[in-house]
């Protein structure tokens, strides 16, 4: 028994010597290919602007979980779940972070770190249960309610963001959601609930989140619900890969602009707020030195990023999307130009993805590894093949998403192109974040030294295109804590929390004592320190706020 003890407290006196020796590794070096190997670099708060907002993102399908409580409806994402073969592990949301009965806890949680603001989504089916066909769900607007005046409190500012993938599964019966145009007046009755309830107090709005990748990954690819797809993208029951997407993406700008011209002419003058859309953005750069491949690289991003940007921008599609696409590529009226040109006050950037581009029309395409995606030799790609590697060399070092690699310049380069490309229009790095690979021990999950690395080297990267003139007030790292990842389920982890499966517990990784450290550099050193305010309720709720301070019940 003695010798058991003995070897019992050697064990945890070296688990405790290499939990410290992993705090403090310096320099990470991020390796990926040869010529391509990135170091992180030392970077500091100090070197963003003033009243930049550093934060943390979660959206409501991915972290709350109680899907049959309080009036809530089923949705798109429920159902899709819960046919069997459509998400690893068979994992579903029902329970996800169980964040709907312990969103004080992770408020707490975000307020230790020390971040500016909180970028979440509302849950339509929470909130519109059956969208225009019924009533506003009171216990819906109660919770979210409780979420904006606790942050509030606790001085997090709430960016608030509107349609995050799911919506009720009615919508999709009743007429097919995002195919057909009615749900514009749907979405639109929506964004108002949300604005006549949460205006008062929430200043920053993102209307809908990646209409670009739910294009692609739900009616292109069938990866998301409804699974609509064709041939040479996948093998689903139905769908047009070349024409849906169109389709769908018209619908998601329409209905993007008209609740910003709502918000704009209804409640922006009193409340004070900003709306924006939030855009998937890859980077992409040549395979070659070849000019066609370069031009492949600027028409691949046109086709991605300009697809969502240019139409709130400029009022129309990209020149390069139109010069390909026939008549399946939608046409919008003088008045919906109208409506569509500036209907966003600033654009929010999701970032992950920098790939390798080859261009497709004046040689043949092929995929042969798991980062490159077929149908690159069509229109809906932009005759474009992307791909993570160079002559077998990956571009930066993988990850547990097979088409994210650590490229910290594509941070820089795709910021540098919108500012560009859009005349230095305000930003907002909306996701940012590192996927640890599958697999992964738990010690390595929980000491996650490359996502710290990760973080230090893209904020880094962010901050050289800042100095050098963009116009970007916020990055906000993806994710607070591990949740349900899509179709991933629960094996890839984002989060600077981990959390128990069994019993939910949130468990801070490597990475939040980073974060909270970064954070609290300039807030000790320039601001005044947080103060923890206690709960006046079991409710949650603290009516008594004046002038910034709570009074106690």
């Given at each position: 028994m003695k010798v058991s003890s003995a070897l019992s407290s050697l064990v945890f006196l070296l688990l405790l010597l290499l939990t410290s020796v992993l705090d403090f590794v310096p320099n990470i070096i991020v390796e990926g290919g040869e010529e391509n190997a990135e170091q992180a670099e030392d970077v500091e708060r100090s070197q963003f602007p003033d009243g930049f907002l550093f934060g943390v993102a979660t959206s409501s399908y991915q972290v709350e979980g109680a899907v049959h409580e309080d009036g809530r409806s089923l949705s798109n994402w429920d159902v899709f779940a819960h046919t069997k073969g459509n998400i690893e592990n068979g994992d579903n949301a029902d329970i996800a972070d169980d964040h709907y009965h312990r969103c004080l806890e992770d408020i707490e949680i975000m307020h230790s770190?020390?971040?500016?603001?909180?970028?979440?989504?509302?849950s339509w089916e929470?909130?519109?249960p059956r969208g225009k066909f019924g009533d506003v769900n009171p216990a819906g607007i109660l919770f979210y309610n409780?979420?904006?005046?606790?942050?509030l409190l606790r001085g997090i500012e709430p960016f608030l963001t509107i349609h995050h993938h799911d919506l009720p599964q009615e919508l999709m019966d009743r007429y097919g959601g995002w195919l057909s145009p009615l749900i514009q007046e749907d979405f639109v009755r929506l964004a108002e609930a949300c604005f006549k309830h949460f205006g008062d107090r929430v200043r920053y709005w993102i209307t809908i989140n990646e209409p670009n990748l739910v294009s692609e990954f739900a009616y292109e690819r069938g990866k998301y619900p409804p699974a609509r797809c064709s041939p040479p993208f996948g093998n689903c029951s139905a769908g047009n890969s070349d024409v849906e997407p169109l389709i769908v993406m018209h619908h998601m700008l329409l209905a993007h602009a008209k609740a910003v011209k709502l918000y704009r002419e209804q409640f922006q003058p009193?409340?004070?707020?900003?709306?924006?859309?939030?855009?998937?953005?890859?980077m992409?750069?040549?395979?070659?030195?070849d000019e066609l491949d370069r031009e492949a690289a600027s028409r691949g991003l046109a086709f991605y990023v300009g697809w969502s940007f240019d139409p709130v921008v400029f009022g129309d599609y990209p020149p390069e999307m139109r010069r390909y696409h026939g008549s399946e590529l939608p046409t919008f009226t003088s008045d919906e130009r109208q409506l569509m040109r500036d209907s966003t006050d600033f654009l929010g950037l999701n970032h992950y993805v920098t790939l390798y581009a080859k261009d497709c029309i004046h040689s043949s395409c092929t995929c042969f590894v798991p980062s490159c995606f077929p149908g690159g030799d069509r229109a809906i790609r932009g005759f474009v093949s992307t791909t993570g590697f160079r002559d077998g060399v990956a571009i930066g070092e993988p990850t547990g998403n097979p088409r994210f690699f650590v490229v910290p310049r594509g941070m820089e380069e795709v910021v540098d192109y919108i500012k560009e490309r859009y005349?230095?229009?305000?930003?907002f790095i909306t996701e940012n974040g590192y996927a640890s690979p599958k697999g992964q021990q738990v010690v390595d999950l929980q000491h996650d030294i490359k996502r710290v690395a990760y973080h230090k080297s893209y904020l880094s990267a962010l901050a050289r295109a800042i100095r050098n003139g963009a116009d970007v007030r916020g990055y906000f790292i993806w994710s607070l804590i591990d949740n349900f990842e899509w179709t991933d389920g629960y094996?890839?982890?984002?989060?600077?929390?981990?959390v128990d499966r069994v019993t939910m517990d949130r468990i801070p990784k490597s990475s939040a004592k980073w974060y909270r450290d970064f954070l609290h550099?300039?807030?000790?050193?320039?601001?005044?320190?947080?103060?923890a305010i206690p709960f006046s309720s079991a409710d949650g709720f603290l009516p008594n706020i004046k002038n910034g301070t709570a009074e106690m019940a």
């Open positions: 770190l020390g971040v500016d603001s909180y970028r979440f989504s509302v929470r909130i519109l409780k979420i904006i005046d606790n942050l009193k409340q004070g707020g900003t709306i924006g859309l939030v855009v998937s953005t890859h992409y750069e040549p395979l070659t030195d005349h230095n229009k305000p930003m094996d890839i982890k984002f989060g600077l929390y981990a550099n300039i807030s000790f050193n320039h601001q005044e320190p947080r103060i």
